[in-house]
C-alpha cells in the first residue's frame, strides 16, 4: 500500500490547486480560507511527519480522500474482500472514521509512530438532480428532492498518539421544487401536527417523517462526518456526528444506515477485532440524541429523543470469513438538546410491547425498541458473499412459546448476495489468512442482489400490530430530522435490486434495476376509497474513472411511480387508472485528493 510519506510528496500542479478548492468552502462556512490558505502562510504550518518520513517545512500537507459510506472507495474494498485482496474484519460496524486509511501516527506501533501527523481532506462535490419527483436513498445529511441537490465537504485530520480529530463539515443546498403532496388531516384529534406531515402517519403509529422539508429552496452548513476519538488501546471512544452502519446491507441497513443526517452521539468500540480462541469478537455501543424535524408539531417540549445502542460481532476461529452479529436500539424522549447520559444503559431495558394496547391514540411516552441480528459470510478468493439480516420492532415476549407460535410477527429482513471474479481468471489467494497477500484481480466482473421487506406479517390478523419505524410511545418514531434511520425503502416498504459491475484498476461501468414498494401498510390502513399500490420500478446504469488526481462517479436512473400516493382515477364505474409519474434521476460526484480507501490490517 502506498506510504503517507508517499502520499505527503503531492505534485506541484496539485498542490498548486489546494487554496483553489479550499478558499471557497470554508468561506462559506465563515472561516479565515483566504488567509489560511494562501501559499506563504501554508509554509509556515508546522508540517508533521507521515510515516515516519521527514518533511521539509516547504512541504504542502497530504490532501487525502475522506470516504462516505456507500461511496466508490467503500464499494471498491468490499469487492476486494470478495476477490482475497483484503481482510474481511471490521466490516459489519463501521462509519467514515473506520473506514477511512489511517494516518501516519496509527500506522507504525510502539515509539517509532510520529508524535503528530495531519492532513488536509479534499474537497467532494455530490449532486442529485430528479426531474419530477424526490428520490433520496442513504444521502446521509442531503435529502434529494425535486431540482438539483447538493452537498459539498471538506475537512483535515489529525493524529496524535492517543487521540484522532476529523473534522469534515458540510455544505448542503437543496433546490426543492414542488411536487404533489397530500395535505396532512384536518381531525380535531390530530390537527395540531404541520401541512407536510406524513398523511399515513398519525397515531396511533406516528412518526415525524414529512412529505417536503419546506416549499421553498434550503442552504445550510452542518458538523458532517466529524468526530473525536481516544485511543485507549483495545478500544476507542469519543464524540462524533458521523453516519454509523451496522450489518452486511448494501441499499438497506434494519438498525442504522446512511440514509438519515448524521446525529450528535458518544461511543465506545473495539479499535480492531479482538482475538480469542473462539475467534475474534468486535463490540460497538453508542449514546445519541435525535432531533425532531421543523414539520412535525408545534410542541417544543418533545423536540428531543435518546438513543441508546449497542452490537456484537463474532467471526468464529474455524470460518473467519463468517461474521455473526447482534444489535439492539433503544429510544425515547429526552428533555432538552443535550446528549441524554441517564439512557446510557437503555438499550439493556424492557420496554414492553406497547403496540399490543388496545386504541387507537398515542401511548404514555416510554420507550420503544428495535432488534436485529445478521450474518455475513465472504468466500474468498471464491469470489462470493452472502449475508441476511432479520430484525423485529416488537420486543420478544418473554414466552418461548409466543416465538414459536408466530416468529415472524413485527419482522423485516434483508437478504443479499455478491458474486465476483476476475475475467482474467480465478484469484489464488488462502481466505483463511486475515493479511491476504494482494493478487492481479483486474478487470473483475460483480453480480449483486439483495431483497428487503418491512412490509406486515400475516401475523396481523391476529395480533395486534405496528409499523417499522413507528411508535405509539414516541411520537417522532426512528427517526432523525424527519428521515429514518434504519432502511431507506421506509416503513412497511419492501425493494428488489440487481446490479451487474465491471471493475478495472482505474474505472468501472455497469447497469442496474431495482423496484420499491412505498408504506404498503398505509395502503389499507388510512385510505377509505379504492387504493393502488404504490410503487416505483427503474432502471440505469453507473460508473466511475479516476482522471489523474480527481474522481468522478456518475449514475443515471430512469424510472417510473405507479399509482403515486396510492392515487387512482375511476375510468368506468368498475376500473380505475392509477396515477403514474415519470421520473429521471442523475448523481454526480466528484472527488479529489488520493485514493483513501478501507484500510488493510
Partial sequence: MESYGARLKTNTRAAAVVPLLWAPFLSALGLLAPVLLTPSLLALWPAAPFGGAAVEAQQYPAILRFPSLGGADEDRGRLEQLLGERAVS?????SPATVRDRLGAREGDGPASPAVSWALLAPELHTVWNSRLPFSLNEANLWAGRGVSLRLSAGAAVELPYMSLILAPEFIFEANGDFQTVAYPEADSIRERHALASPFHYPPGSMDLPQRFGTESRGFGVPGQSSVIVHAGAVDFGLATEN?????????????SANAPGFPHLFTRTASPIATRFGTVEAQWILGRLSESDYFDSDPSNDYRSLSAAAVVVRPAFEPGLGLGLARAVYAAAGDGLIPLGASLDFLRNVGRPSS???DSLAHPAPDQLLVVFVRWVLAPAGFELYGEWGRWEQPARSFRNFLELPQHSRGYTVGLQYAQPLGGRVATDRLSDRPEPRAAWPAFRLQVEFSTLEPSTSYRVRPFGEWYASRTVPQGYTHQGRVLGAAIGPSGSSQWLAGDVFAERWSVGGFAGRIRWENQ???????????TDVSLFTGIRGGADLGWVHLQAEYAAGVRLNYLFQAVPVTPTEHRGVDIRNHTLKLTLSTGSKTSVPRP
Fill in 90 to 94: 471490521g466490516f459489519l460496524l463501521r
Fill in 244 to 256: 454509523v452502519w451496522w450489518g452486511p446491507g448494501i441499499r438497506n441497513g434494519l438498525l442504522l
Fill in 357 to 359: 394496547i388496545p386504541g
Fill in 522 to 532: 398505509a395502503e389499507f390502513t388510512y385510505p377509505t376509497e379504492f387504493r393502488r
